[in-house]
């Protein structure tokens, strides 16, 4: 790592996507490092989650230590009291924060008022831990991430965004199909953009689904309205409507093509009936994946 902190795929240094998946494979399929024995970490979450709480709960135990939950309504960050009395308090009672939050800046606060790691665990800028999930659900699958071509369909939000990062980053190409004005933030497709530049990779976007999914190795998706998107969200499903990947667009991919979606997953919008199904999709090991890439992370920032 970088700093001591995990708030994007950027704070991995060169090299450091394969090497946090070849430790995340590893500690899949052997023991458990404990190297969390004796340790607290407190989770830190303004939104509801499924598969990021039940996954960092598991690995903290698994690796030793204790997990404290704090909800919203108990912390209101920024509202009962600032992000950086927060983090003063915290920094003198457990070992570590993860965070899943509205504000990207509320994670940099917490980071920056803290001398403990702290570990991005959703915000509205990234989802690293999720992307790394994915590249690992990705090596298990193919045996290899050099030169695959990943295709993602829709907006250009926070999954995106850290899954551009992961796949730039560890010599994968990838290509985004999404409308014009929601394609990937500019800071972020020009950080994605230097990543390929080092890696060799292409990085592309285009308006047009099929042109994004043909002949690719992974098919991505996300849901079309995002926590905070509700306002939006009559406009959303018109502006995305031939967007949705079902049977006939995967056609264009790759016969052994994988299927890939971070959940939860909206039927009949972003997804058709059946995708999730679909003899490709490995949806289901990505949820149990994020358990071991983060696993892997929180063993990388304690040490091990």
Not at 52 to 77: A, D, H, P, W, Y
Request: aromatic residues 8%.
């Amino acid at each position: 790592m970088k700093n001591k902190d995990f708030l994007s795929i950027l704070d991995l240094s060169d090299g450091e996507v394969e090497g946090i998946i070849s430790k995340a494979a590893s500690i899949k399929q052997g023991s458990t490092p404990q190297i969390l024995s004796g340790k607290t970490v407190a989770l830190v979450f303004e939104k509801p989650s499924l598969r990021t709480r039940v996954s960092f709960e598991v690995g903290v135990k698994q690796m030793g230590g204790t997990c404290i939950f704090l909800s919203n309504s108990e912390i209101g960050l920024g509202v009962r009291e600032p992000e950086a009395d927060v983090a003063k308090v915290l920094d003198r009672l457990v070992d570590c924060v993860v965070a899943r939050v509205f504000s990207h800046r509320s994670l940099e606060i917490l980071a920056e008022h803290t001398s403990i790691p702290v570990v991005n665990a959703l915000s509205d800028q990234a989802h690293p831990c999720q992307a790394l999930g994915d590249c690992l659900t990705i090596f298990e699958r193919k045996g290899s991430l050099e030169g695959l071509k990943v295709a993602f369909v829709g907006d250009g939000n926070n999954i995106a965004g850290s899954l551009a990062l992961a796949c730039s980053s560890a010599g994968m190409d990838f290509t985004i199909a999404s409308p014009q004005n929601y394609k990937l933030p500019e800071s972020i497709w020009n950080q994605a953009t230097a990543e390929a530049e080092k890696r060799g990779t292409n990085l592309r976007w285009t308006q047009e689904p099929k042109d994004a999914v043909f002949e690719a190795d992974v098919v991505y998706t996300d849901v079309w309205v995002s926590m905070g998107d509700e306002e939006e969200k009559e406009e959303r499903l018109s502006v995305f409507s031939s967007y949705q990947v079902n049977e006939q667009l995967v056609k264009f991919a790759k016969d052994d093509f994988l299927f890939m979606h971070d959940m939860p997953a909206h039927r009949g919008e972003e997804i058709s009936e059946g995708m999730l199904e679909h003899p490709n999709s490995v949806v289901y090991h990505q949820s149990e994946n994020r358990l071991h890439a983060q696993k892997a992370v929180l063993a990388e920032l304690f040490g091990y």
